[in-house]
């Protein structure tokens, strides 16, 4: 399989030419060897696709089969072979067409870029050429780094668990197998990622997963409770995961996320740093420090607190651990009865180890009497 840089899908001789001008043109700008392939068809591209790994796609949403017919709008040949290629690849879409009205409802336009007819190629290629750069689509596609790693996974791991006779898992049954070796990948990813560079320098998106792509409710799911039209509470299941498997509960205890203005000690500590105007001060750098105390949850007055911080998709807050609820649950659907609680993610493995033992350990603080000082003095 050869590696080249881009495939252009069009059945028109002047879009190819300019297609051609541009690349040639970045080539000597750039004094890079880009690479590409030209095919007319959607029969032709899906060829390519099979036999070459590319970097990008430009497509022509009107193309003509090899059987020179025409779609309805419906069936547009060029929506049938973006699903096609979305079904098979990972990788940056340009759709050039005079009438985008005509993409597909099932094609996502916010990943697949759409442009008109006039565009300027030269700067579509170098944007494809940045996209697939700095973006997921490095890290996801073919020639990607978690393509890669599966590579290792299976070439230099798996033998030792999977394959063979004497392996741990081809010990168990057919039907156990792939649930197995599923968990353990994920596994696997988890820990060489998490462990592998900086620990304690995680971004805020790690902590949760939006939405959980489990249907029943697990341990640590942030669920929300619409208040108005334009406001929501959020709430957080603690219920160990043992009772949800087995079946031991008819109703799961949630905590509630309380607003960060609700947290009165720590809205004074960010009111306090935002309002300085130097942000590289002695002060400005004490105040931070302060604040990163409520982040690690180790502030003195944070103790009832667990912080989550916020994302795009999640306002975050602070799950309180004395503001607990509880909700009937259905032991067969494995879901909350109540159905004006909505599911909208989970906090991710490696953070809810440490909600679910701060929540403990905060009912089972026992206390003693204080000594008086004064006696205590006396006999040292």
Wanted: with cysteine; aromatic share 12%.
């Amino acid at each position: 399989m050869n590696n080249i840089d881009f495939l252009l899908i069009d059945d028109d001789r002047d879009q190819e030419k300019i297609f051609i001008e541009a690349i040639e043109e970045i080539r000597e700008s750039k004094d890079s060897n880009i690479t590409y392939k030209v095919v007319k068809t959607p029969e032709e591209a899906m060829t390519e696709l099979y036999q070459n790994c590319f970097r990008a796609i430009i497509i022509d949403l009107k193309l003509k089969n090899e059987d020179d017919s025409v779609h309805s709008d419906e069936e547009i040949s060029g929506n049938i072979l973006l699903k096609k290629i979305i079904e098979k690849e990972i990788i940056p879409i340009v759709v050039i067409t005079g009438f985008p009205e005509k993409i597909s409802d099932d094609i996502d336009t916010d990943i697949v870029e759409v442009c008109p007819k006039d565009v300027n190629l030269y700067d579509v290629i170098n944007n494809l050429i940045e996209k697939y750069s700095n973006s997921v689509f490095k890290i996801f596609g073919s020639r990607g780094k978690i393509n890669e790693d599966i590579k290792e996974l299976f070439w230099k791991v798996m033998p030792n668990y999977f394959v063979g006779g004497d392996g741990d898992i081809s010990q168990l049954p057919s039907d156990k197998q792939e649930k197995v070796i599923v968990r353990y990948i994920s596994s696997w990813f988890s820990n060489k990622y998490m462990f592998e560079d900086k620990y304690l320098d995680v971004d805020p998106i790690e902590m949760y997963m939006f939405p959980n792509p489990i249907e029943q409710v697990c341990t640590c799911d942030v669920f929300q409770k619409k208040i108005d039209d334009n406001s929501f509470d959020y709430y957080i299941v603690l219920t160990p995961s043992c009772d949800l498997a087995n079946k031991k509960v008819d109703e799961v205890l949630l905590c509630k996320i309380k607003k960060y203005d609700d947290v009165h000690s720590f809205k004074n500590k960010l009111d306090a740093y935002n309002n300085l105007e130097n942000k590289t001060s002695n002060k400005a750098i004490k105040k931070k420090e302060d604040l990163s105390k409520w982040f690690r949850n180790s502030d003195s007055e944070s103790l009832r607190y667990h912080f989550l911080p916020k994302i795009s998709q999640f306002s975050g807050g602070f799950v309180d651990f004395r503001a607990i609820i509880t909700l009937e649950y259905d032991n067969e659907s494995g879901k909350i009865k109540d159905e004006t609680y909505t599911k909208v993610g989970v906090i991710t493995e490696s953070f809810k180890r440490d909600i679910i033992s701060r929540f403990s350990s905060y009912y089972h603080r026992q206390g003693q009497p204080e000594f008086n000082c004064e006696s205590v003095l006396s006999h040292l």
